[in-house]
């Protein structure tokens, strides 16, 4: 199986890849890396009125920010191309004809409204809609005669009997055909249905293994069918369990799930997405939740994927994202933290003066372990980049109001005024810290908070002495002026210190 492994992935191009199937094709990418096998890239883009415009790119772009490869396909060519649906109709059309020829498929004249009385008769008699057969045996003048007027699909002689399947992940299942009925292969329109267009593609491009999500084990005894009247090999089936939310119904936006475009635009990593994902349906043989994809795809292996269901929950990503925000190179997280500092008018040509890259990999390392997304970043550390300081919030302006808080900003301003400016790090800080708790003697929550609150607008964050070694001797001073000055004026109204 080594040298023969080949999975692919084929997603409709509608826009952006989502949950459900980011999964699928990282369970491929894992099973083919792990064999050392081929991942292949298909487009499924015959049903145009799902097709997006530049969607196609859309679906590489995001399996590239993801840091997932493929090795044949859309994209990148290789030896079984074209790698998009809508490039081989000629393709389609070459085996409906010989499926025609060999009587395993025939032209069906039914129009759409015939077809839908059909199924209301069919429920009427609380049956399960299937189609009755009706153009199974015409002759060929009675096909001469109805292409007058109407152009026929192609539909597929479901053959009695059963199918069985022995599922990679379910096990044994068996179909009974007789419930099926004969089904369309190839619209009126000249353009193959799924069931069809998948198992050619398939076929020709040499696909061994198909992993793929267990809604499309209704599809499943169409295909085999279709690959025994072809006469291909059957590729090795596997049908993951679907992700649901957390009251266990599919997964859609009300359960936190989006599109992969609103994951990167919220800060979220693609290790951590991915690493989330992996567990989704997939056990390791230790408990460590926290693996590299070398380190997954060393181990994957398709005997530890669950036949249950898995339950998607957004507070678990945003613990694996927080756990790679925390073990982020700094120089890579601070690039990654860039565009969401735009707004306070940092961008790449910030970082051309070294000194300010340097202050930027700080403030960013400061509270990398506050956030468990990129777009948390702002919040955390607005106070390093505004000219005053503003406070509104009834909780945090307290602190100013109380009565030790004029002494301790008028004591932290003596004291730190005469810190040499040469000498201004980490150390003295900490030492004018507490000589300022020690001068007042009122406890350190009671000094610092005022302190904290006029030179950051909050009651939490980092470490003070690391804000005001970042903030420097001459704007942390100003805050604190500013808010000692507010203090003696009563604090006129709730805003502007």
């Known amino acids: 199986m080594a040298e023969g492994v080949r999975v692919r992935f084929a997603p409709a191009p509608?826009?952006?890849?989502?949950?459900?199937?980011i999964r699928t094709y990282l369970f491929n990418w894992l099973f083919a890396r792990h064999h050392k096998g081929k991942m292949i890239l298909r487009i499924e883009d015959t049903d145009v009125a799902r097709a997006a415009e530049r969607a196609c790119e859309t679906v590489v772009d995001d399996l590239r920010w993801l840091g997932l490869d493929w090795d044949e396909g859309y994209g990148v060519g290789g030896?079984?191309?074209?790698?998009?649906?809508?490039?081989?109709?000629?393709?389609?059309?070459?085996?409906?004809?010989?499926?025609?020829?060999?009587?395993?498929?025939?032209?069906?004249?039914?129009?759409?409204?015939?077809?839908?009385?059909?199924?209301?008769?069919?429920?009427?008699?609380?049956?399960?809609?299937?189609?009755s057969g009706k153009c199974q045996n015409l002759s060929?003048?009675?096909?001469?005669?109805l292409s007058k007027d109407r152009v026929p699909a192609v539909r597929f002689r479901v053959p009695a009997g059963t199918i069985t399947l022995s599922d990679m992940v379910k096990g044994r299942i068996t179909f009974?055909?007789?419930?099926?009925?004969?089904?369309?292969?190839l619209r009126s329109d000249g353009s193959p249905t799924y069931n069809f267009a998948v198992v050619i593609d398939d076929a020709e491009m040499k696909i061994s293994h198909i992993i793929r999500g267990d809604e499309h084990i209704s599809n499943t005894p169409r295909q085999i069918m279709i690959y025994q009247a072809l006469g291909f090999s059957i590729p090795k089936?596997?049908?993951?369990?679907?992700?649901?939310?957390?009251?266990?119904?599919?997964?859609?936006?009300?359960?936190?799930?989006?599109?992969?475009?609103?994951?990167?635009?919220?800060?979220y990593l693609p290790?951590?997405?991915?690493?989330h994902l992996v567990f989704l349906g997939w056990t390791p043989e230790h408990t460590r939740e926290i693996m590299s994809l070398k380190e997954i795809q060393d181990e994957f292996s398709l005997d530890r994927i669950s036949r249950s269901p898995s339950i998607f929950d957004p507070k678990k990503l945003d613990w694996f994202n927080s756990q790679y925000i925390r073990m982020s190179d700094p120089d890579r997280l601070?690039?990654?933290?860039?565009?969401?500092?735009?707004?306070?008018?940092?961008?790449?040509?910030?970082l051309l003066i070294d000194e300010e890259r340097e202050r930027l990999k700080k403030i960013v390392l400061l509270i990398k372990d506050s956030v468990s997304k990129l777009s948390e970043i702002p919040e955390e550390t607005f106070f390093f980049f505004v000219d005053e300081i503003k406070v509104c919030d009834k909780s945090v302006i307290k602190w100013l109001k109380n009565a030790t808080a004029g002494p301790a900003l008028a004591g932290f301003i003596q004291v730190f005024s005469h810190i040499n400016i040469t000498r201004f790090n980490s150390e003295e800080i900490n030492v004018g810290l507490k000589k300022v708790i020690d001068d007042l003697g009122i406890g350190a929550r009671k000094t610092l908070m005022p302190i904290r609150v006029a030179l950051t607008g909050r009651t939490k964050g980092p470490e003070l002495h690391a804000i005001i070694d970042i903030l420097g001797k001459e704007k942390s001073i100003r805050r604190a002026e500013t808010a000692l000055s507010g203090i003696r004026g009563n604090l006129d109204g709730a805003t502007g210190l």
């Not at 089936?237 to 475009?261: E, F, N, P, W, Y």
């Not at 601070?334 to 910030?350: M, R, W």
Request: hydrophobic share 35%; net charge positive.
């Open 334 to 350: 601070l690039d990654k933290a860039l565009p969401y500092l735009g707004k306070f008018g940092i961008n790449e040509d910030s």
């Open 140 to 145: 060929q003048d009675d096909i001469k005669r």
């Open 176 to 185: 009974d055909s007789s419930v099926i009925g004969d089904f369309v292969i």
């Open 79 to 131: 030896l079984y191309g074209p790698y998009r649906q809508s490039e081989r109709l000629d393709i389609y059309r070459k085996y409906a004809k010989a499926l025609i020829s060999e009587g395993k498929a025939y032209f069906c004249f039914c129009s759409k409204e015939e077809l839908e009385e059909e199924r209301k008769a069919y429920l009427a008699k609380g049956k399960m809609p299937r189609y």
């Open 237 to 267: 089936l596997g049908h993951v369990a679907m992700i649901l939310g957390q009251d266990k119904t599919k997964l859609s936006k009300r359960h936190g799930a989006m599109s992969l475009s609103c994951y990167k635009k919220a800060g």
């Open 14 to 21: 509608t826009g952006h890849l989502h949950i459900g199937n």
């Open 271 to 275: 290790d951590a997405i991915l690493n």
